[in-house]
C-alpha cells in the first residue's frame, strides 16, 4: 500500500487563476458563464466597496462608527465569492465580512449600527440569511457545519458558507468544523481568506503546512487555492464549491491569496510594525480593481464614466445611511437585558426593574 508524500499532497494545490495581473486570461477553459452585464456588475461592486472602506475609515476616525475592519485589497476574494451565491443560500460572515451581507440584503444603515454595538445591527432582516457578523475568531466555522447540514437534512437546495481569514484556520474550531461537515457531507463552503497576517502574526509561523488548501485533505473534503486578487478565479472556484455541495459531494474549503492594504482593524494596529514597504508594492501591483478593471476595458465593457457614477453612487448611499445611523433611538440597558431570554430569571428581572426606574427619571 502506497502512501503520498507530504510533497505530493502540495503539489496537488497549485494556485488556480483566470486572471493575470494585467487582466489577461490564462485560463481559457475555466471562464466562468457570465454575462456582459454580470461582469460589469461584478466591478460596480468592487469599486462600491472600495469607496465604502475609504469613507467608514473615515468615519471612523470622526467617532462616527466603532468597530470597524478595513477590507481594501480583499474585494475580489469576498464578492467574487459571495456572486457565486444565491439569496436563498445562508451566510455566517467574520468580523470583516460586511461587504458579503450587505450585498445579500443587510442595508448599509444596520451595517454602520453593527459596528457601533448597537443591538439594532444585530437584529437581521426577515429573509435575508445571515447570521450576525462573528467576534470569536474562527467560532463561525462550527456554525456553518451546523447550518449546513441542517439545509441538507431538511433538503433545501442551498448552501452555507462562511469566511475567516489566514488566523481562523490555526483555531481548534476550524479543524473541528471540517471534520464534522465532511463526515456528514454538509452543502458547506469554507473561504480562508489568507491576508498573509493574523493581525501582526505572519502566516508562516502559524503553520508549516505550505498552504491552508491542504488542510482539507486531512478531513476528507475537497480544497482549493485561488488567487484571491482575481475576482474571476474566486468566482469560478465557489460555484464550482456550490455545485458540488449540492450534488451530495461534500463540502469545500476554498484558500483565497489576498491582501489587506489596511491595519487589522482601526483599533491601533500599525501595519508598518509588521509589514514592509516592498511588500505592500508587491501586492498593490496586484490590486484586484486594476487587474479587472483593464480585463474589462480591453472587451470595451467599462470606462472612467462609468466608474465615476458607481463612486458617486456609492459616497451618496453612505451619506444616506450614516445619517439614517445617526437617527436610531439610544441603546438602553434594558433594551439589552430584554434580549437575553423570552422569560427573565429572577436576578435579571431585579436588574430590568432597577435599570426601567433609572431610565424614566
Given amino acids: 500500500m502506497k502512501s503520498k508524500t507530504l510533497e505530493q499532497v502540495e503539489s496537488q494545490f497549485e494556485t488556480f487563476q483566470i486572471l493575470n495581473e494585467e487582466g489577461e486570461v490564462v485560463n481559457e477553459a475555466a471562464m466562468p458563464k457570465l454575462s456582459d452585464e454580470q461582469l460589469q456588475e461584478l466591478m460596480k461592486r468592487m469599486v462600491y466597496t472600495r469607496i465604502w472602506d475609504q469613507r467608514?475609515?473615515?468615519?471612523?476616525?470622526?467617532?462616527?462608527?466603532?468597530?470597524?475592519?478595513?477590507?481594501?485589497?480583499?474585494?475580489?476574494?469576498?464578492?467574487?465569492?459571495?456572486?457565486?451565491?444565491?439569496?436563498?443560500?445562508?451566510?455566517?460572515?467574520?468580523?470583516?465580512?460586511?461587504?458579503?451581507?450587505?450585498?445579500?440584503?443587510?442595508?448599509?444603515?444596520?451595517?454602520?449600527?453593527?459596528?457601533?454595538?448597537?443591538?439594532?445591527?444585530?437584529?437581521?432582516?426577515?429573509?435575508?440569511?445571515?447570521?450576525?457578523?462573528?467576534?470569536?475568531?474562527?467560532?463561525?466555522?462550527?456554525?456553518?457545519?451546523?447550518?449546513?447540514?441542517?439545509?441538507?437534512?431538511?433538503?433545501?437546495?442551498?448552501?452555507?458558507?462562511?469566511?475567516?481569514?489566514?488566523?481562523?484556520?490555526?483555531?481548534?474550531?476550524?479543524?473541528?468544523?471540517?471534520?464534522?461537515?465532511?463526515?456528514?457531507?454538509?452543502?458547506?463552503?469554507?473561504?480562508?481568506?489568507?491576508?498573509?497576517?493574523?493581525?501582526?502574526?505572519?502566516?508562516?509561523?502559524?503553520?508549516a503546512a505550505k498552504t491552508i488548501a491542504q488542510k482539507a485533505v486531512a478531513a476528507g473534503i475537497h480544497g482549493v487555492q485561488v488567487d484571491g486578487m482575481d475576482v474571476l478565479a474566486v468566482y469560478a472556484a465557489t460555484h464550482e464549491a456550490r455545485e458540488r455541495g449540492l450534488r451530495g459531494d461534500g463540502p469545500t474549503l476554498i484558500e483565497t491569496l489576498t491582501y489587506r492594504y489596511g491595519p487589522h482593524t482601526m483599533a491601533g494596529d500599525d501595519p508598518t510594525r509588521y509589514r514592509t514597504a516592498d511588500l505592500d508594492d508587491e501586492w498593490e501591483k496586484k490590486d484586484p480593481l486594476v487587474r479587472f478593471r483593464k480585463f474589462l476595458e480591453k472587451k470595451n465593457l467599462w470606462s472612467e464614466a462609468q466608474e465615476n457614477e458607481v463612486v458617486e453612487q456609492a459616497k451618496e448611499d453612505i451619506k444616506v445611511a450614516i445619517k439614517k445611523a445617526d437617527g436610531a433611538p439610544k441603546q438602553k440597558v434594558t433594551d439589552l437585558i430584554g434580549f437575553m431570554y423570552e422569560t427573565l430569571p429572577n436576578n435579571l428581572q431585579e436588574q430590568m426593574e432597577e435599570y426601567k426606574a433609572k431610565e424614566t427619571k
Fill in 56 to 207: 467608514a475609515i473615515s468615519l471612523n476616525r470622526q467617532g462616527r462608527l466603532g468597530f470597524y475592519a478595513p477590507v481594501a485589497g480583499q474585494e475580489a476574494s469576498m464578492l467574487g465569492s459571495h456572486y457565486a451565491l444565491q439569496k436563498d443560500d445562508w451566510i455566517l460572515p467574520g468580523y470583516r465580512d460586511i461587504p458579503q451581507i450587505v450585498f445579500h440584503g443587510v442595508t448599509l444603515e444596520q451595517a454602520f449600527l453593527w459596528s457601533r454595538g448597537h443591538f439594532q445591527g444585530g437584529q437581521m432582516p426577515e429573509g435575508v440569511n445571515v447570521l450576525m457578523p462573528q467576534i470569536i475568531i474562527g467560532a463561525q466555522i462550527i456554525q456553518a457545519a451546523g447550518v449546513a447540514v441542517g439545509l441538507k437534512r431538511k433538503n433545501t437546495g442551498t448552501v452555507a458558507i462562511t469566511y475567516t481569514g489566514d488566523g481562523g484556520a490555526s483555531q481548534g474550531d476550524f479543524y473541528e468544523g471540517l471534520n464534522f461537515a465532511g463526515a456528514f457531507g454538509a452543502p458547506a463552503i469554507f473561504v480562508v481568506q489568507n491576508n498573509r497576517f493574523a493581525i501582526s502574526t505572519p502566516v508562516e509561523k502559524q503553520s
